[in-house]
Nanobody, 122 residues
Framework: QVQLTESGGGVVQTGESLTLTCTASGTGLSGRCMGWFRQAPGKEREVVATIDENGHTSYADSVNGRFTISRDIAENTVYLQMNDLKPEDTAMYYC????????????????WGQGTQVTVSS
């Protein structure tokens, strides 16, 4: 079992940056694919970025080139560096974990954090 806790959300202006942090407890991140997802009001939860045990990453087209996912397995931590934020990035951001390789569907991730709110004002 793994417990995930997100932090780092907040209110920023268009063009600013934020870094989200996800810390795992219970069991480590070794052997796990980690992902960041987001959900805006009235919309479905969507993948933002994923990273596997070997550091291979995948990004949604809407954030590619602006967001960077990284992990520190020794510290059981995953990060999401978000640059050049836009109002359409406003959402609740969730960290998720699964055993095995890269996946992008929320249904593939059994472990979830409670989320951290990101609001980008224009």
């Amino acid at each position: 079992q793994v417990q995930l806790t997100e932090s780092g959300g907040g209110v920023v202006q268009t063009g600013e940056s934020l870094t989200l942090t996800c810390t795992a407890s219970g069991t480590g991140l070794s052997g796990r694919c980690m992902g960041w997802f987001r959900q805006a009001p009235g919309k479905e939860r969507e993948v933002v970025a994923t990273i596997d045990e070997n550091g291979h990453t995948s990004y949604a087209d809407s954030v590619n080139g602006r967001f960077t996912i990284s992990r520190d397995i020794a510290e059981n931590t995953v990060y999401l560096q978000m640059n050049d934020l836009k109002p359409e990035d406003t959402a609740m951001y969730y960290c998720a974990a699964r055993l095995g390789g890269l996946r992008s569907g929320p249904e593939d991730f059994p472990y979830w954090g409670q989320g951290t709110q990101v609001t980008v004002s224009s």
